[in-house]
């Protein structure tokens, strides 16, 4: 679990990124009960040497919740979002669609509104009552793309729970990386840049309420925590992946 207390400064737009560290960090207090996580997803690091000879084994029905989820009784329509394409590649909203979409088909409910909103305008990393899908300048270059949590710390524990409720998400992708689309999907032809869709999926996950896993025996599942140019083995769920949608919203 790869969880990020904020170190925002919001205005500048540089993060500080700390190592990656795998333990449950308390959310950023924002009100008393509202607080801020932040998940970020690296490129994967290079592995040195030879390859192990007996690779780890797939395990491709894990799954881990984050705790808090959306109250759909809220969003019948499903939960609205707004994409700003800018600094995207053309065809990047339709990209981004499609990725929240799988998790939707994941489940009986109405997850994420059908029909994002464009605006070029739209901000991101800010509680500001809008779900942001976008492009930012994060100058560290393993950055990939991350995304924001604001929930409502309904037990007071301070940390993600179950039984908390997700208020508010922000999506970014990094620019400082290079953006594509993989022309067949999950077919045989390979992109030498982020494939769009891939990463929108996975962000997509931690927007559903799942977490990171980074396992190299999950290495297939969307959920797993790190991604290379031109991966596009995150766009179809496995079924960790939806057993942990379902284990959220189906009754
Ligand atoms: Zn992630």
Redesign the pocket.
Known sequence: M?RFLVAVAVAGLMLSLAAPVAMAKPGKPITPKVLEAV???YEEPAKGGRPAPTPTPVDNTYYQLLGPKWDLAKYPSGVPYIVNPSGGPAGAVAEVRAGLEAWDAATGVELFNDSPTIDSNSWWGKLDGKNNVSWQVIGDGRVIAG?WVWYQDNDGSGTMSAGDEVLETDMVFNTSVRWGIDPDGEGPTKIKVYDVRNIAT??G??VVGLD?LYSDAYRDLT?Y?YSSKGETRKISLEVGDISGTQALYDP
């Open positions: 790869k998940f970020i997803h995304v996975h962000e996950g931690h990171d959920m925590g």
